[in-house]
């Protein structure tokens, strides 16, 4: 089994807009030609006609089996209407995380404006995903970015579990080191790469990826994502599949590490 805890259904060519619908037929084209059989669509921290909000992802999701919403907050424009209408959808089990963007937006994680965020997301038991490292955009700060931050929020929240994007990369030991520190703070693999691997990348991230376990010495803390459409569903399965590590290790990284952080009913997958 796979699961995929980081996708998007963002239009990433301003040119042109594509509808929820069509990026939904694609996303889910790719999770069959590659087996996934759960991805995480994760909404943007800002609302235009290429990035749709949650509570449109949300109805055009909600009744599918295969897949699950992570809200993405604003640090810079959040309302006390969101929070609430964020309760609402945690309460009756329609979001599956929350997410914030640092770097894309100038914050840090231990900003004091966001413990409503965060004691949102303890009391109902889901986790928040920082993009962490380097951006997309380069109108990013990445100094906002840099995973070492997440560190005062691992321990001045300790009942709140984390999840650090793209394992911080390039910033990947520091990551590891937050990771292995912390008992609440996991780490996803998506986004480190645009499109495929090329095959001199893929030996590279290989050998980081393959440090960064050993480093930490628990692969239950690294969950498997791609950052879809951004990279290559296909490119990264075959990635992963080359890692040197146990049949069992690499089944904890796709899909059981991600069913018990998020609450997922595998079951209900097959």
């Not at 964020?86 to 329609?94: E, H, I, Q, V």
């Amino acid at each position: 089994m796979i699961i995929d805890v980081h996708t998007h259904l963002n239009n990433y060519h301003e040119e042109r807009v594509v509808s929820i619908q069509d990026c939904l037929d694609k996303l889910h084209a790719d999770m069959k030609a590659n087996n996934v059989a759960c991805s995480l669509v994760l909404t943007s921290y800002k609302v235009t006609e290429h990035r749709p909000s949650t509570t449109s992802v949300i109805e055009a999701t909600r009744h599918m089996k295969d897949i699950f919403v992570v809200a993405g907050i604003s640090y810079l424009n959040y309302t006390e209407k969101d929070l609430r209408e964020l309760s609402a959808y945690l309460r009756d089990g329609l979001v599956k995380g929350l997410k914030l963007y640092p770097g894309y937006e100038p914050f840090y994680p231990y900003d004091k404006r966001l413990k409503v965020v965060y004691d949102l997301a303890i009391e109902y038991d889901v986790p928040v995903m920082f993009h962490s490292g380097d951006t997309y955009a380069p109108q990013g700060k990445v100094r906002f970015s840099h995973p070492l931050h997440i560190d005062d929020v691992a321990v001045d929240y300790p009942e709140l579990k984390i999840v650090i994007c793209h394992v911080g990369n390039p910033w990947i030991i520091d990551c590891m080191e937050v990771v292995y520190k912390n008992a609440n703070v996991y780490a996803d693999i998506s986004g480190l790469v645009l499109g495929e691997f090329s095959d001199q990348f893929e030996r590279y991230m290989k050998a980081k990826l393959e440090e960064m376990i050993l480093f930490t010495g628990n692969p239950r803390k690294l969950l498997f994502g791609t950052d879809w459409p951004i990279c290559s569903m296909s490119s990264y399965i075959k990635f992963m599949k080359g890692l040197d590590l146990s049949d069992e290790k690499k089944e904890m990284m796709m899909w059981r590490n991600a069913a018990e952080l998020f609450k997922i009913d595998v079951d209900s997958l097959k």
